[in-house]
């Protein structure tokens, strides 16, 4: 499938600030990889969407690991994927897995979306303070979560763009929550050195590797 390239340095942030902080290609490839490969829940044949898609960094990561074309929408028209607000009720969309890295503000709001609208699973990518408060402790009682991956190394995420090279102190952990599932938490780890072992020559001048399925017939509804 041929790829779409673009220039990282047209990354930009909108006026109103959605908390966009795109997601390392790395990062998305050792989840995979690491976490959801070697447990079998990922299947090739599996319909993945990603609902805060931005220019596609994690979109077109996840397309590596399915046959069928990832679905990829935003509510901020970034250019990649369909303009969907995903807090929308009236959204009548399911698939069997929903990953995507969450405005942190919005993810408590995501989550029983992302619930009802996927068959096997939920991953998000959040950061490991997003694990706290009385608010958090409610939200899992009714939402537990199947897996905690704690990121062993930091993943540099900036505002309204990707830096290769980037450096952080925050950390963060992916949280999978998968259906009919009624086990224990699971805390795991995504393993050091998954920045050197999955980072890609031509990941700093990817944009998207594919043009995202799109989300409704003629549009976003």
Request: hydrophobic share 40%; aromatic share 12%.
């Amino acid at each position: 499938m041929k790829e779409n390239l673009s220039v990282v340095a047209r990354r930009s942030e909108p006026h109103n600030s959605l908390d966009y902080f795109p997601t390392p290609p790395w990062a998305t490839r050792a989840f995979c990889c690491d976490i959801l490969e070697r447990r079998l829940w990922l299947e090739p044949s599996h319909v993945v969407w990603e609902p805060a898609c931005g220019e596609g960094h994690m979109a077109a990561v996840l397309q590596e690991f399915v046959s069928t074309q990832v679905i990829a929408s935003d509510v901020f028209p970034y250019g990649f994927g369909e303009v969907v607000d995903f807090l929308d009720p009236d959204v009548k969309l399911r698939t069997d897995w929903i990953i995507t890295n969450p405005p942190f503000n919005a993810a408590a709001e995501f989550l029983p979306l992302a619930s009802r609208r996927s068959l096997v699973g939920v991953a998000f990518i959040v950061r490991l303070s997003w694990l706290e408060t009385e608010e958090r402790f409610r939200l899992f009682e009714r939402f537990r979560p199947t897996l905690v991956a704690v990121c062993s190394e930091r993943v540099p995420m900036h505002r309204g763009r990707w830096e290769p090279a980037g450096n952080t102190a925050t950390s963060y952990a992916w949280i999978v929550w998968r259906k009919a599932t009624f086990l224990p938490t699971e805390l795991t780890f995504v393993p050091p050195g998954s920045r050197d072992r999955h980072t890609r020559p031509d990941d700093a001048r990817r944009f998207g590797a594919v043009k995202p399925t799109p989300l409704f017939e003629g549009g976003a509804p």
